[in-house]
């Protein structure tokens, strides 16, 4: 198990957390944080309308403040890259490293934001009751085996944030990410002086609209044999590695 220099914070994407068991322990003895963002979890009381990814990303520099203030490496996936990629920009000063994990990097990673962004807050609610309704079906359809723990999982990720959150989320990443400025300042967070590493599911990395300078000028790329979008849960222990095996490299 490599030695971390900064503690490591997951920043999960549009359902759920990344603060389940399985996860964590696949990390072995590294210090780990998987805080839920604004809408999520023990945050789903927060007024979510208007919401921007900046507050998101305000939200995640209010966590590390919180938990001590020292740097702390990123660990962003989906809609949580984005997020992360926000921090970055906003408070390089807290960031020891960042991992994208098929983090959004255009409208192209987006589309589905960009789809329930556009729908009412009613029938995003139908959508994620169709999910709720089979969850096994819901998280399968991305690729997960079907066993006790990634089953209840699924209802747990379902069940972590209403639909609002969802809708307003979609809408904050849309907006942001439409912006030819977002891509700009990735391309200037590359290019700093702080690591940046790229992880994909080996099923799913074709479709991760990542720029071509971004593969050459970041520090690593790994694409996990035989995992798709959702890695952390087909493969717990893999995820885990693959993100230590970037934090160890130098």
């Known amino acids: ?54 507050d998101q990303a305000n939200h995640i520099a209010e966590h ?60 995003v609610t139908e959508i994620i009751n169709g999910y709720k309704a089979d969850a096994d079906a819901w998280i399968a359809a991305a690729g997960v085996p079907i066993n006790p723990w990634t089953s209840a999982l699924a209802t747990r990720w379902l069940s972590n944030q209403p639909a609002s959150t969802i809708k307003a989320q979609a809408k904050a990443v849309v907006a942001a990410t439409s912006h030819d400025s977002y891509l700009a300042g990735i391309r200037n967070l590359i290019a700093s002086s702080i690591p940046v590493y790229l992880i994909a599911g080996a099923r799913s990395a074709s479709g991760w609209n990542v720029p071509d300078w971004a593969n050459e000028a ?32 130098r």
């Open 1 to 54: 198990m490599p030695f971390l220099d900064a503690p490591i914070v997951l920043v999960h994407g549009l359902f759920g957390n990344l603060a389940e068991p399985e996860i964590l322990a696949a990390f072995g003895k590294v210090e780990i944080q998987a805080p839920d963002l604004i809408g999520y979890g023990r945050h789903q009381d927060r007024n979510v309308e208007n919401l921007a990814l900046s």
């Open 64 to 123: 590390i403040h919180r938990s001590g203030g020292n740097k702390v490496h990123l660990v962003g996936h989906s809609v949580g890259g984005a997020v992360s990629a926000l921090v970055c920009a906003l408070y390089p000063d807290l960031v020891a490293s960042f991992t994208s994990v098929e983090g959004n990097f255009t409208l192209k990673d987006a589309f589905w934001s960009g789809q329930i962004a556009e729908k009412p807050e009613m029938e």
């Open 218 to 249: 970041c520090t690593m790329r790994i694409n996990i044999p035989d995992t798709g979008h959702l890695m952390m849960a087909e493969a717990p222990t893999l995820f885990a590695k693959s993100v230590l095996t970037c934090l160890s490299y």
